[in-house]
């Protein structure tokens, strides 16, 4: 009797801590492309940028024995793929969402390229918190596994909301994300605001993939994000670009994402490929909500999309 | 005047993507040469497994046949002003419609059996990227990340219909569907082993090409695309052309997945989503869209998947180094976007001495 | 005087004597710039004598804003130089402007709209600090505002505000960096005649008190007898006259802008027989791009061979209407019939009524740049014979009927297959009023700000199509924020605010003050 409503707890408490674990990596490429299109323009590639930086924090880590140091590596390639998006997007005549497929592909072919040889060795994991060490029931002690990374995501999201209100360089995005041409009236450099936007935007989604990869699932794969760099973009449309509610809107991804697995673990297999695309099927169905034909979505920063 | 500076333009317009290509084999190179090959060695065996031998020209062509209806599902909707992604998606799910016709009707006769594989895969293609039109049109979503969504739930649908309903069970390892009749397989071009989705890709490109430029339709298409707001002052429908254009794109696209299916799988399974709807949205990119350059680009690209095997044979690269260069390739493409109207080599240099009205600042 | 104002505009500490005080003097000595080839501005002087209002007259292409971008280092002259107080000064950007007190208000705002009336003015100190401490800053804005001559809600979302406020802000903007020297670049063209006499009037205030010295373009000359001293003028990038306000006339200036004395050759309005109802709009309601309501419940009838002049502040629902009739906006609720019929916008009504428009901004909105001259010209009649056999286009067909109107209509393009886009804004203007005039049967024509932008030749030609279109029987939809243009113009004159029609007149019964204040919805 104990062990059937142990069972029916499971499937919920899976889906709470595949939330917490899931959640990481949209909220970091969230948090990154809410900071990149609040300066205007939009960046598709952090897909790439999110396996790039799975794939060194992993690679780093291995060789190093330090996961602090993998994801200090992810950072800093983040940073170079940002530089490139930064730089190609802002040239006149090439639009940022062209860019961003080239980023995909070029991401992801770095990544593969020098993931293949760590596909097989194990590196060393982050340490993760046991906030469940106190009970003696183990679903609830690894639903409630939590990440360093993850909190320190979800301290970035107001800090980052803080950021946007209360600082000179916050104003300083928003006024060139909404208005290049008055920007630059008031004598901001559009060019270098938006060029560190997009790259520290691009270094938090990299931050994202090494979530991915020495977190949870915590290995080295060519297929780990499918998707989730993409779902993050739908994801900050969703949050209508504020920092807060990319946290609640990642949380929100996170927990639908795990579903399916959360199903499998008690032996749902059935249609198991439909419910692992739930993640895509929701944020069709979000998308399709959110947006309008016929009117711009309120918080939308008024230069996205006009390659002004 | 008038003819030389029409030359001007021409040759600016196809210099500038080989000057591009040039650019990014060496940037390539560079990269082979950081990670310890030699670049020559690499682009000899580019050359050699690519464009060396008559078979090695049967193994590119066989891999641009799909390419240059891929490209389509990029390069039409592109026409319209959209950046429609879902090439992939659309080749699965042509797949998946073409290899359900090949097996339902599979007593038919072989011709009557292609034939319904092909309009199978049109329409599942088509509506499939229809829907992302719709989407655009009727709610205002973004077509490039719902394209991108659609192709992971055309792969999870793919997966869950091998997995399940059309499993043949002596697929083990690697799930697939009952196989196709030899008799019902897409035949080679007599004297190759070129299939006939080469001939498929060439004629599509070819009605595209002409589709776009030479008709009515094609005008409101080029219109809406290039000023929405001016179309609409004409009155022409929008959302019809959005989902005609859309419809047509992703029945390209499916068209490819039939032809992969009939001519080279003969079954569907995972193996289907191979990447070649990725490489057709750059051979759209690098032909700037226009479907009789998709035609050359997408045999150049050929070229380059089909040395892959030949880059990890001889020279020990992974097979991501084909991808490493796809992505040096696209971006140094979109560099070369900003370089149109830049140079003065394609500059008029008969610039009249006289003030035009074009060049004064607005007052 | 208001002693609390001089305190806000010398808030800084340092300089506590500014206030008492006059602007330095501004010299413009011999500038000439050179774009290219092209002279924009020829060896201008003048001087902006400490605490006096400075008009720049001229017409559109004059050299005017050329002038200033030289005086603010948005431009470096070709020739000449800069005096501030009779020290020649290097100024190389709007920065190196502002340290010597002088700042700009543009033409198109420079406010960003998705931030409140504080982040704004924070944004432009060139001092904003790295954090800001918002109850202290607002405290010290609150103190500004008070003190200053205009009011603003400083918790206001700008997006939110009217024209005129933006344009308040604009100038305070100014006033918080402290700038001493103000140019204005045509600050009233968005403004209703009061708002602008508001504005006007308070500046010149400031300017009495010796707190400010102005400079400001304009071509309206109700307001340069007004509001200035001095008055300096420019045509086709040469000086062309100064002199005192008080000594001079209207007609003098006008001559000095034009250069010879042109006659405005207009062509008169015949008698039509206007009993045929052409454009009738029963309670219509349509959206803005926010999804806000811009036209509440909208009627509107046009007979034929009538002008109908719709007036109002930009951003009244104007927009949106001519929209709505010209296809491009979808109408939310009502209904609008064209010769009686029920009428969408589609193609095929558009033909079958002979329903055209010349909607303001042509490139933007008529045009596709990325098209032929000749392939803009056949937009409304590429699907049909003799440009279209069935499917396939006629190209022959397509370059005849292009060359004709390259013609006739004199667009100065080098080939029909040239790119529009790469023609200069009157010609493209030119194109679009080929296409949508030499049709041979014009029903409807509506109009949208038709002559922004352009010189006086090409405003007297437009004018004149409208004219000689309305007595062929045209039934003509006139929008404009030129309250001028609007009384030349329309038979009768309705005014928008708020997207609802507040007056209906004919122009007979037309009176400027009335019309005015229904504009700034009282």
């Not at chain 2, 007599?190 to 490109?205: E, Q, T, W």
């Not at chain 3, 002199?243 to 004395?261: N, R, S």
């Not at chain 3, 005014?495 to 007056?503: A, E, L, N, R």
Request: aromatic share 8%.
């Amino acid at each position: 009797m104990a062990a059937e409503t142990a069972d029916w707890l499971g499937v919920p408490l899976a889906i709470i801590g595949g939330t917490l674990r899931g959640s990481a990596p949209f909220l970091f490429v969230s948090l990154g492309e809410c900071l990149t299109e609040k300066s205007g323009k939009i960046n598709l590639g952090l897909e790439g940028t999110l396996l790039t930086g799975a794939m060194s924090a992993y690679a780093v880590s291995y060789l190093t024995g330090s996961p602090w140091l993998g994801v200090l590596a992810a950072g800093v390639a983040g940073l170079c793929l940002g530089a490139i998006h930064a730089w190609l997007s802002q040239r006149s005549g090439v639009s940022d969402v062209a860019v961003g497929i080239a980023m995909i592909v070029f991401g992801s072919g770095i990544a593969f390229f020098f993931g293949k040889a760590f596909i097989q060795p194990q590196a060393p994991q982050l340490p993760i918190f046991e906030f469940g060490a106190w009970s003696n029931y183990p679903p609830l002690q690894s639903a409630l596994q939590v990440s360093p990374l993850l909190l320190i995501g979800i301290a970035i999201a107001p800090i980052m909301q803080w950021f946007f209100k209360s600082t000179r360089w916050g104003l300083y995005v928003r006024a060139v994300g909404d208005s290049p041409s008055a920007a630059r009236a008031m004598g901001i450099s559009v060019f270098w605001v938006r060029f560190l936007a997009i790259t520290i935007g691009s270094f938090l989604s990299a931050i994202g993939g090494a979530c991915l990869s020495l977190y949870y699932p915590g290995i080295w794969s060519e297929n780990i994000s499918s998707g989730q760099g993409l779902m993050a973009v739908a994801l900050v449309i969703f949050a209508r670009w504020q920092p807060m509610q990319c946290l609640w809107a990642a949380l929100l991804f996170g927990g639908a994402q795990a579903i399916g697995p959360a199903l499998q673990s008690v032996g749902v297999t059935s249609f198991r490929y439909l419910f692992n695309a739930s993640p895509y099927i929701f944020t069709l169905i979000i998308m399709i909500i959110t947006c309008s034909p016929k009117r711009t979505l309120a918080g939308s920063p008024g230069a996205l999309g006009t390659n002004e | 005047m008038n003819v030389l500076s029409s030359w001007r333009s021409l040759s600016e317009k196809i210099i500038i993507p080989i000057a591009a290509l040039i650019l990014s084999l060496v940037v390539f190179g560079i990269f082979c040469a950081l990670n310890g090959t030699n670049p020559f060695a690499v682009y000899s065996v580019i050359y050699q497994s690519a464009f060396g031998s008559a078979f090695s020209w049967q193994g590119t062509l066989v891999r641009a046949a799909p390419l240059m209806l891929t490209a389509l599902c990029t390069a039409l909707p592109a026409r319209l002003g959209l950046v429609v992604i879902g090439n992939e998606g659309a080749l699965v799910m042509g797949g998946i419609g073409a290899i359900a016709a090949g097996l339902a009707f599979s007593s038919l006769p072989p011709l009557v059996v292609q034939i319904a594989m092909a309009i199978a895969a049109i329409i599942l293609g088509g509506i499939w990227i229809m829907g992302v039109g719709a989407l655009k049109y009727y709610r205002g979503v973004n077509e490039t990340i719902s394209s991108l969504l659609m192709n992971y739930i055309a792969i999870a649908i793919l997966n869950t219909l091998v997995e399940g309903p059309m499993r043949d069970p002596s697929s083990l390892n690697k799930p697939s569907t009952y196989p196709l009749l030899e008799v019902n397989w897409l035949q080679s071009i007599p004297g190759s082993r070129v299939h006939f989705g080469l001939i498929y890709g060439l004629i599509a490109c070819v009605i595209a090409y002409f589709l776009i430029q030479r008709t009515t339709f094609g005008f409101g298409v080029r219109t809406a695309g290039g000023n929405i707001r001016a179309a609409k002052i004409a009155g022409l429908p929008v959302g019809k052309l959005t989902l005609a254009v859309c419809f047509l794109a992703g029945s390209c696209a499916g068209l490819a997945g039939m032809v992969e299916v009939a001519a080279i799988h003969h079954r569907a399974n995972a193996s289907l989503n191979t990447g070649y709807g990725y490489s057709g949205i750059l051979v759209a990119f690098v032909a700037r869209n226009n479907p009789l350059a998709s035609v050359l680009v997408a045999i150049l690209l050929g070229g380059l998947l089909a040395s892959g095997s030949g880059l990890q044979r001889s020279l020990g690269l992974n097979d991501a180094s084909v991808l490493v260069f796809q992505g040096i390739v696209f971006l140094v493409i979109l560099f070369s976007e900003s370089m149109y109207g830049k140079l003065d080599f394609f500059k008029d240099r008969q610039v009249p001495p006289k003030i035009t009205p074009s060049t004064q600042p607005i007052a | 005087m208001n002693p609390k104002t001089s305190e806000a505009i010398a808030t800084d500490p340092e300089t506590p004597e500014t206030a008492s005080q006059l602007p330095p003097e501004l010299d413009v000595v011999n500038v000439t710039k050179c774009f290219g080839h092209f002279i924009a501005v020829e060896n201008i002087s003048l001087t902006l004598k400490p605490g006096t209002f400075h008009a720049l007259l001229g017409e559109n292409g004059a050299g005017k804003s050329t002038l200033v971008k030289c005086i603010m280092g948005f431009h470096a002259a070709t020739h000449g130089q800069i005096l501030i107080d009779k020290q020649a000064q290097e100024i190389n950007s709007p920065r190196d402007a502002c340290k010597y007190g002088i700042g700009m208000v543009y033409q198109h705002f420079t406010v960003v709209p998705a931030m409140t009336v504080a982040e704004n003015l924070l944004l432009v100190r060139p001092d904003t600090p790295n954090l800001i401490n918002w109850k202290e800053e607002y405290k010290k804005l609150q103190q500004f505002m008070d003190a200053s001559p205009f009011k603003i809600d400083i918790d206001m979302p700008v997006s939110q505000l009217a024209a005129g406020q933006k344009q308040k802000l604009e100038i305070l903007k100014q006033l918080y960096l402290k700038s001493r020297i103000l140019i204005l670049d045509e600050p009233t063209s968005v403004l209703t005649p009061q708002e602008a006499d508001e504005v006007l009037g308070l500046l010149r205030q400031e300017v009495d008190a010796g707190r400010l010295s102005i400079l400001m373009i304009s071509h309206k000359f109700r307001e340069i007898m007004a509001f200035t001293d001095e008055v300096t003028v420019l045509r086709k990038g040469k000086f062309a006259g100064h002199g005192l306000v008080k000594e001079l006339t209207v007609a003098d200036m006008a001559a000095m802008m034009l250069g010879e004395e042109r006659e405005a050759k207009e062509v008169s309005k015949t008698q039509v027989d206007s009993s045929e109802l052409i454009l009738e709009v029963q309670n219509l309601h349509a959206d803005k791009d926010n999804g806000f309501e811009a036209i509440s419940n909208m009627n509107l009838t046009i007979k034929s061979g009538e002008i109908v002049g719709i007036a109002g502040v930009s951003g009244n629902g104007q927009r949106e209407l001519v929209e709505v009739l010209a296809g491009q906006r979808a109408r939310t609720g009502g209904e609008i019939k064209v010769n009686g019929e029920h009428y969408t916008a589609t193609r095929k009504e558009m033909a079958r009524h002979h329903v055209f428009s010349l909607p303001e901004e042509p490139l933007k909105n008529a045009c596709v740049p990325n098209m032929s001259v000749a392939e803009n010209l056949a937009l409304r009649t590429f699907d049909r014979p003799p440009q279209a056999m069935g499917i396939l286009l006629i190209f022959k067909a397509m370059r005849e009927i292009a060359t004709n109107l390259i013609q006739v209509f004199s667009i100065k393009t080098p080939s029909p297959e040239a790119l529009i886009g790469t023609l200069s804004g009157g010609n493209v203007q030119r194109a679009v009023l080929a296409r949508e005039l030499s049709a041979d049967k014009i029903r409807l024509l509506i109009v949208a700000n038709p002559v922004f932008g352009l010189d006086f030749a090409a405003v007297e030609y437009i004018h004149n199509q409208l004219v000689v279109a309305r007595n062929r029987g045209v039934a003509v939809l006139l929008v404009s924020e030129d309250l001028d243009e609007i009384l030349k113009l329309s038979d009768r004159i309705l005014v928008i605010s708020d997207g609802k029609f507040v007056y209906e007149g004919t122009r007979e019964e037309a009176d400027i003050v009335t019309i005015g204040q229904r504009m700034a919805g009282h």
